[in-house]
């Protein structure tokens, strides 16, 4: 009830109004509509009420009627069902058409369907109606005109009238009935309307547009008549308003436009100018809607264009995993604000971790972190997703120090969990002020970089300016020395190493170890491993490892149905996807048997959950490799994954050999790894035996082979 009466007083108020206002003009001494505004309170109420404004509608035209045609009751009727009933039909098609949600979106949502259908097919249906009820009723003189069926040029300049109060003045009328029955439209109006041409962008071009359409609007509304005029500055709006779709809003665009053709309209002395007969005004109505929806859709594409630009352009500066801004926004927003704090935030363990339990596990980590430390930023502080285990945070300028200090307490306070199982990392974070932008920015990043993983170790804080000395000697060295460890690959300067490994009658194979010779310098691996790990470089330098080597063994061969040498692969070769059919290829090309090569791996790999590494694994022992796990007994290995071990050798650890004269743990550790090495037939490799009394506790422990410098040290494989 309360919706029936509201949509019955706007109706009794509004549509006399319409009528009132709706613009007429005198062509052959007979008085036409050039725009019959009722239509629009019509399609407005419906709009807005739906169902609820049909009955509301009925009687509100039905009294409107009564009052200024006082018709006959059959005739009243007809005209009742000529003025509403083609728009109840269409609205309900319309609603069958496209659900129950065809009144809202307007009026960017299906502008099409809704032009040929309210636009349109209304006024053709209203126009139709009266002409058939014209054929069975005589209605009185001041009403004839609309119901003839004499002249056909005046039956299409009433439906074009229809057309052009539905096609221009619709939606700034159920604008304004919005406001009026939610005020609170009002306000979200004019956010979307006139707030984002009114920027400090637009707002020179928008004021300087509305200006200049405001002053030619009035000279064609002045009494004064003049061919002039009517002549050229009628097209010239046409194309001002043409110049402005790529600059404004669909809505600011409709608005704008409407009150300019209501004002055309209605003081049309001079945008009628020549217009004295009948088809020179259909002729001009026609131009009027032909312009009308192409600024329309012209509107439509322009902004839609906006909005996809808006969206790339948000796209490139967002990272698609995480969804944080990336780097390039971070530079972004140096443009317009250069000056605060930059804090890189350094996750330990993360890298090793994601090894495991994959890339979404990261993902997870970092979205984690960014929702925790939201409510400990400050207005205008945003953070940043850096590729790897950081995030970047531009702060303001407000007791850095005391506040970073807090994050870090907190984050490493805070347990983080993926599937049920707590992630073990630490954090670590590095800041200094914002110097320059380009290149100089991007060293500076690099240095935080390398002081936050300093300081996670830590649990620490470091500001770069109080180590800004070490931080530039430092990456300055390793970016040279990632330049010599590239150019030693580019060169293939792979310098093979043999050591040991032998049983109690000293036979047995050689362990490969490498040193990369660059520039004439021998690199040994505490120096290039760790930077082959961290950019990437394992499945290559892996690689040109065991081609050195079979290119060595096709030179030399030596035929043998026992290993000849043994090799390390790092973790990250192991997880290639097309790891196992490279090597099998090189071993074919080579003309070497697998069974002539060990494969050493770390125990992370061989008892991670990852389903890349073990199903690499299973097919290296079936292409005929021994399996040796490095390094047995310091990380992931326990007796009962022991029970489960899919390999063949095991090495056990240097620190449960250095100490073992003294340490009576470490041989009794020793003594139950070979136990259960044996029960499973595996072979025990021993690893630092440095002496004699080392050699033979080994042995009668269990031990089947042993690698140390009592053995021999490392020799370049030629010797």
Known sequence: MRKFFFALILCLVTIPIARYLSPRAVVDSSEVYLAWLPLCIVIAILLIFGRHGILPLIISFALINEWYFNLHLVEGTVLLVCQLFPVFLVCG??????????????????????????????????????????????????????????????????????????????????YLLRMIVGPRFARVFWQKTFVPVLSAKNRRFTLGWVATLAVMVLILCLPYKSDYVAGYLVPVIFIWFTLGINRLNLTFITLTWAITAFMLLAYNDNFLHGVHTDYSLAFVMSVLICFNVSILYMTRMFNRSEWLRQRWEAQALTDPLTGLPNLRAFEKELEER???????????????????????????????????????????????????????????????????????????????????????????????????????????????????EEASAEHQLLGLSHSLQVVTDQTTERVLLLNKVKRALDENGIALYGQPIVDRNGEGYQEILTRLVSDGELMTPDQFIPIIAQFNLSSRFDMQVVESLLRWMQAHPRPSDYARFSVNLMPMTIMSKDFVQQLLKLFERYSVTPKEVI???????????????????????????????????????????????????????????????????????????????????????????ENAEQRELLLRSGVDYLQGYLLGKPQPLPE
């Open 93 to 174: 098609l319309m609603r069958w058409q496209m659900g129950r949600r065809w009144r809202h979106g307007v009026p960017n949502k299906n502008m099409g369907i809704r032009i040929l259908w309210l636009c349109f097919l209304v006024p053709i249906g209203i126009k139709t109606a009266m002409y058939i009820a014209g054929v069975w009723f005589n209605y009185p003189v001041y009403l004839a005109n609309f119901f003839s069926t004499d002249s056909i040029i005046y039956s299409i300049i009433d439906t074009q009238s229809l057309i052009c109060s539905v096609l221009i003045f619709a939606r700034v009328i159920y």
């Open 338 to 452: 250069p000056s605060g704090i930059v804090c890189s935030i350094h996750m330990k363990n993360v890298e090793f971790l994601s090894r495991h339990f994959g890339l979404l596990m990261r993902v997870y980590v970092k979205q984690t972190i960014t929702q925790d430390l939201k409510p400990l930023l400050m207005e205008g502080e945003k953070i940043y997703q850096l590729p790897g285990s950081e995030l970047l945070l531009k702060l303001n300028e407000s007791d850095t120090q005391a506040r970073l200090h807090n994050i870090i307490d907190f984050l490493n306070s805070r347990h983080i969990f993926w599937h049920d199982f707590e992630l073990d990392i630490e954090f670590g974070a590095s800041w200094g002020e914002l110097r320059g932008s380009g290149e100089a920015l991007h060293q500076m990043l690099g240095q935080l970089s390398w002081l936050s």
């Open 599 to 689: 494969i050493e791996i770390t125990e992370e790999q061989v008892f991670s959950d990852s389903e890349a590494n073990m199903r690499n694994i299973q097919q290296l022992r079936a292409a005929g490799f021994k399996i040796a796990i490095d390094d047995f007994g310091t990380g992931y290995s326990n007796f009962e994954r022991l029970k489960q071990l899919q390999a063949d050798i095991i090495k056990i650890d240097g620190c449960f050999v250095r100490d073992i004269l003294q340490d009576a743990q470490d041989a009794m550790i020793v003594k139950a790894i070979c136990e259960l090495a044996k029960a499973k037939s595996l072979s025990v490799v021993a690893e630092y035996v």
